[in-house]
């Protein structure tokens, strides 16, 4: 295994079995090394159901928003202006503020000609660090009903060691906290199902990988169910399918009882080593 090496798991879509895919992933590479499974779906974090980590402390997360000095501002309109969020508004002699458009980018407070806005910081969630067995662990939760993700998933980057294997769980999907996740990583492995909503959402996780210019592989979940459309479009991108979990109903079991994958059936562990061993092999993109 290299140094350092970063794993994405992403999937186009919810209940794929991403999370499966990671734990198991991150469970089985311990015997090659240092491993950090980090949880980056901070809305819906899950990977602490199958590990039941040892959280040994955490930290806030706080994006800057405006507070404006009514005394001082004149109302000129240059926020509101300037945000392209649209989260600051001037009607007549009142500022609003949405706090839920803010983005935190600091702008507003730039452009005042008066000096009349100052930041304040807003927390939106926190990240969690600890051990799970064997492995570094890592996570991020959004608090409910904030809007942004990605400051948590960057916060939660930047605690990452510089060397081992990093399992990066990404959020489904193919929005903004994804594209986060993947940023920086030196592969993606993106988890699907053979079936019409799999195909369609898995066509617009390749979008992104190649948009990224990551190296790619891809893992089929419930196999047996569907058809072979995905296979042969995976084919047609040049993205090989290194791995397929079946249809089963014993490891919808498990992932109900909060079982990884490897622990509940410990021949699928030298599937998931092989796993990793090839996709270390691949040689990492430059950044």
Same mark, same amino acid.
Request: hydrophobic residues 45%; charged residues 20%; negative net charge.
């Given at each position: ?8 798991? #992403? ?26 499974? #980090?949880?980056?779906?901070? !809305?819906?974090?899950?990977? $602490?159901?199958?590990?039941?980590? !040892? &959280? ?18 004149? $109302?000129?309109? #240059? ?29 507003? /407070? ?5 000096? /009349? &806005?100052?930041?304040?910081? $807003?927390?939106?969630?926190? &990240? ?12 991020? &939760? ?50 699907? !199902?053979?079936?019409?909503?799999? +195909? ?42 290194? +791995? ?16 990884? +994958? ?26």
């Amino acid at each position: 295994m290299a140094d350092s090496f970063r794993v994405a798991v #992403a999937s186009g879509k919810g209940g794929t079995g991403k999370t499966t895919v990671a734990v198991s992933l991150a469970l089985a590479a311990r015997d090659l090394g240092q491993v950090t499974l #980090a949880d980056c779906d901070v !809305e819906e974090p899950n990977a $602490h159901l199958f590990l039941s980590p !040892e &959280i040994a402390g955490g930290e806030p997360v706080a994006i800057p928003v405006p507070r404006v000095n009514e005394e001082t501002c004149t $109302h000129c309109g #240059a926020c509101a202006h300037a945000c392209r969020f649209g989260a600051l508004a001037v009607i007549g002699k009142k500022i609003l503020f949405h706090p839920e458009l803010c983005h935190g980018c600091g702008l507003c /407070a730039a452009v005042c000609p008066v000096s /009349a &806005i100052t930041e304040v910081p $807003h927390e939106i969630g926190r &990240i969690e660090f600890g051990r799970a067995k064997g492995l570094d662990f890592l996570q991020g &939760i959004l608090i409910p009903g904030e809007p942004m993700a990605t400051p948590i998933i960057r916060a939660l980057k930047e605690r990452l060691p510089a060397r081992g294997l990093v399992i990066l769980d990404a959020p489904p999907g193919t929005a903004c906290p994804v594209i986060e996740t993947l940023k920086g990583a030196d592969y993606a492995l993106l988890v699907t !199902e053979p079936t019409p909503f799999g +195909l369609h959402d898995l066509k617009l996780a390749v979008g992104v990988v190649r948009e990224l210019r990551l190296p790619a592989g891809a893992v089929i979940s419930k196999d047996g169910i569907g058809d072979d459309a995905v296979e042969r479009f995976l084919q047609g991108e040049g993205i090989p399918v290194l +791995l397929k979990i079946p249809m089963d109903r014993r490891v919808a079991a498990a992932y109900a009882e909060g079982m990884p +994958l490897v622990e509940a059936f410990p021949d699928w562990k030298s599937r998931f080593i092989e796993l990793v061993e090839r996709i270390t092999m691949e040689p990492k993109v430059p950044r």
